[in-house]
């Protein structure tokens, strides 16, 4: 009698699991369209380009991510569909291949683009953090030589700044880079790179002068000067979709006129590039926040437990709402500091830093939040809500952790 | 792809269909036409297909793409009566489109299968579901739409008053009666009796 109990329970269950996933699946975007301030403030035409990469998002990114996640691919077609799209160069101006597009509006793209898969969404944004340094910094040499194949994703790019003892303290970096004649010899290790080892460019600040900050200069050094290597693609909790390796200078030879900017720029250079990105990565922890958010509100209308669906008990109501808060919230900080960044305001810095420590904390919650409210079933990998989870835990940790946004912070808020 | 030189789209209606225009214009069409009318609800086939004469007049496309049917009338008539004022070869439920020097190679799905033929151009085709996928509209020509130009043209300037009267007159909606349930019969010659005389 028990057998034939429990083999009827497990048929129940995986045809209740079938029923919830293809519901679920089906529940992508339209209750994006519920969203109070999902479309506040915004032009008709950004709306229509939030709609567009809803669309890419939606039929590209989120049937896929569970499958890249699952066996590593970095999904170099998609990206490059993505980028014929025009997703390769969002901040680039359109004379070199890229979409000139606001950071306000680039924003509400990637938004989008990581309800589908965050982890790639992510690497998407440092990619274009690289491509945005090219253009503001680069002169029109390097323009011509790099952006337009950046822009289309012919050249996948990456940013080196972290180094195994020089992380939070970036400044401290000892990657070297002695000019000998007309090329610099660059020795040292980065770590912790996105795109490390797949990626044709890679922008890395070393040390051309004193201590400190101003002693910094950036490079563009291409995956085949001579001297450069890569470390083994690293185990890690979340963002599968993408490789990340330690990239290793051993005499690398990197010719002078690859220098972006002046000698002792490179430090400003990579900060001004953090800014924009840990907007971006903030962003990436809002959709993903976003689609575990959807995906909770759907589930508990349709399971029932004690004779009712979830969404009738008072505390999963209010757990509800509380996240509804948050995602708001967040949408809210970080829209502002994307206008901050827009208008080139003296206070954009700490803006993207608040955005980036508060969006990124909720986000995390709000996944966690969502894992909770799907029971058991948001442990199991047949559901998508870990591997959200999974994905934004690192953008707490990464492009400045949420410890360094308190520091610049305090200091905005200290200043005289 | 470079098939053609320059799509131009069009629409007839009040001036919500400039919205629609504009994401026309945002997925590539290089420029678009809005004929103008304030209600649009009364027109029918064809005095769409008699507007669409007077742009073909005008335009002299090679090519001039429909619907197959619409979403309210449902009566996939436009192209047909298009052709039929014009001259030119209609090909109407096309699922593929080959564009050659010469002609046009259409694949249209019939009820028995599909069927490909070759029109001399111009030509009018209308689109099956199965056509093509929709493309993603790219970023930069989201933004570029806006640039680009739309014509209006008022109604009354391609049909005359007397061509904008309704030819048919539609005096009724309704649902098909609900099926009944079936019933019994006590004889060969009564089941006869209702297939010849009820079961029409």
Redesign the interface.
């Known amino acids: 009698m028990n057998r034939v109990y429990k083999s009827l329970r497990t048929a129940n269950q995986s045809l209740l699991r079938r029923n919830i996933q293809s519901n679920i699946q089906r529940y992508f975007s339209s209750t994006s369209e519920k969203n109070t301030f999902m479309k506040t403030g915004l032009t008709e035409?950004q709306i229509?380009?939030q709609a567009?990469a809803a669309?890419?998002s939606e039929?590209?990114m989120f049937p896929f991510a569970g499958e890249w996640d699952e066996n590593k691919i970095f999904p170099e077609d998609m990206l490059r569909?993505a980028a014929?799209?025009?997703?390769g160069g969002?901040f680039v101006d359109?004379n070199y291949g890229g979409?000139?597009?606001d950071r306000l509006t680039g924003n509400i793209?990637f938004e989008q683009l990581a309800m589908g898969c965050t982890s790639t969404t992510a690497y998407i944004t440092i990619h274009n953090m690289c491509a945005w340094m090219i253009d503001t910094f680069g002169n029109e040499q390097q323009k011509e030589k790099y952006l337009e194949a950046v822009c289309n994703m012919d050249m996948f790019a990456s940013y080196c700044l972290t180094e195994p003892s020089a992380g939070s303290d970036a400044a401290s970096l000892k990657t070297k880079a002695e000019l000998k004649g007309d090329k610099y010899i660059l020795n040292g290790e980065k770590a912790f790179i996105s795109g490390g080892g797949r990626s044709d460019v890679y922008l890395i600040m070393a040390r051309t002068g004193e201590p400190g900050p101003k002693g910094i200069s950036c490079f563009v050094v291409e995956k085949d000067f001579p001297g450069i290597t890569f470390g083994k693609n690293e185990y890690k909790l979340g963002w599968n979709t993408q490789p990340t390796a330690a990239v290793i200078l051993d005499n690398c030879e990197v010719p002078v006129e690859n220098r972006l900017g002046n000698e002792g720029d490179g430090f400003k250079i990579a900060m001004m590039g953090l800014d924009g990105g840990r907007l971006s990565i903030g962003t990436c922890s809002l959709g993903a926040a976003q689609q575990c958010f959807n995906q909770a509100r759907d589930y508990v209308k349709q399971r029932k437990q004690f004779g009712q669906p979830l969404s009738n008990f008072q505390n999963t109501q209010f757990k509800l709402a509380d996240m509804a808060v948050s995602l708001e919230t967040s949408r809210l900080i970080l829209r502002e500091a994307a206008r901050a960044m827009d208008n080139k305001d003296s206070d954009r810095t700490v803006k993207c830093s608040m955005a980036k420590k508060f969006a990124t904390d909720r986000g995390f919650e709000v996944c966690n939040d969502s894992l909770q409210l799907h029971g058991g079933y948001g442990y199991l990998k047949e559901f998508p809500i870990e591997r959200y989870l999974r994905d934004v835990r690192v953008h707490q940790i990464l492009e400045g952790t949420n410890e360094v946004m308190q520091m610049i912070i305090s200091r905005g808020v200290l200043a005289d | 792809q470079k098939a053609v030189d320059e799509v131009v789209a069009f629409s007839v209606g009040p001036q919500k269909a400039v919205d629609e225009l504009?994401?026309a214009l945002?997925k590539g069409v290089d420029r678009a036409i809005h004929i103008k009318d304030a209600k649009a609800d009364y027109l029918q086939p064809l005095q769409i297909a008699k507007i669409s004469q007077k742009l073909v007049e005008r335009e002299e496309p090679e090519i001039i793409f429909f619907g197959k049917q619409s979403i309210d009338g449902d009566q996939s008539q436009t192209p047909q009566l298009l052709s039929a004022m014009t001259g030119y070869p209609v090909a109407s439920f096309a699922s593929e489109v080959v564009v050659e020097d010469e002609n046009v190679e259409v694949t249209r799905e019939i009820d028995g299968g599909l069927e490909t033929i070759a029109l001399g151009k111009p030509a009018i085709i209308s689109a099956d579901l199965r056509l093509n996928e929709p493309r993603?509209?790219?970023?930069?020509n989201?933004?570029q739409a806006?640039k680009k130009p739309i014509e209006t043209i008022a109604i009354g300037d391609l049909l005359s008053e007397e061509d904008a009267k309704p030819h048919v007159n539609v005096k009724e909606y309704k649902l098909p009666a609900k099926r009944s349930g079936g019933i019994k019969v006590e004889s060969t010659e009564e089941l006869f009796d209702k297939l010849r005389n009820e079961a029409k």
């Open positions: 035409e229509e380009i567009m669309d890419f039929r590209q569909e014929q799209l025009g997703f969002v359109p979409t000139g597009l793209v | 504009r994401r945002a993603f509209t790219n970023l930069r989201i933004m806006k």
